[in-house]
């Protein structure tokens, strides 16, 4: 539906900056809605290269603003958040439609491994 409508599209990037700011302070397990939307944004992404580079770079640019060195223990959720949206953006235009939003055992130990890593 979306691919055949830019109008849509152009919507859709107007409104990027609003969903990645709830997608990063939005936390997974708040009944289902973060989930819904990460689906609705990477989905959107796979059919558009350039709203796939705007998303990864608003994702990208609050990792940075939120890493444990720079604000200390108070970011390392939302810098976890950021580096899991990120991992998922990466493993949907990678791999696919196929790609799951939900955080598994290992997913976990790898973000808490990224915040490790950045706090030393």
Known sequence: LLSH????????EFLLPQFCHLLIHLA???GGEAEALERFVLSVCQLSTHIALQYFWFV????EENAPKRTGRAGATLYARCASLLLHLEQCVV?????????TEHDHALMERCVQVALQ
């Open 28 to 30: 997974p397990t708040d």
């Open 60 to 63: 990208y640019a609050a990792l």
């Open 5 to 12: 409508q830019q109008g849509a599209l152009d919507s859709i």
């Open 95 to 103: 791999y696919g439609a196929g790609a799951s939003v939900e955080r």
